[in-house]
């Protein structure tokens, strides 16, 4: 399918959502990855929700991450990454307890 072919793998190849794209190249800067438990992605369909979670999970759980213009990004050729690539990765939901999470682990992003 073209639409997977040509889905951007990095977070520099995603146009038009500048204020996101440094959010998430921000968290990427050390091996910490700052990224919340939990985050929700709201916005019309094609407009990049997916893509940014499929490249922040590969990012998160690559084995062989490199390290290029200052921040890491996913090898895309690891088992992980080739898992997230085809869509075969672990699909888990987890429920939190929500009276426990404080308004700082939450973060919404319009797309």
Not at 32 to 57: H, N, Q, R
Request: aromatic share 10%.
């Amino acid at each position: 399918m073209i639409a997977k072919e040509a889905r951007p793998k990095y977070f520099t190849d995603i146009i038009g959502h500048k204020n996101n794209v440094k959010t998430f190249i921000a968290k990427a800067k050390t091996l910490e990855f700052d990224y919340p438990d939990v985050m929700f992605m709201t916005g019309s369909t094609g407009t990049g929700k997916t893509t940014s979670a499929l490249i922040i999970g590969a990012t998160v759980n690559c084995h062989n991450l490199i390290e290029k213009d200052g921040h890491y990004q996913p090898c895309w050729n690891c088992p992980s990454c080739k898992a997230i690539t085809n869509e075969t990765f672990s699909q888990d939901v987890h429920f939190f307890k929500s009276s426990e999470m404080e308004k700082q682990d939450i973060i919404i992003l319009k797309i």
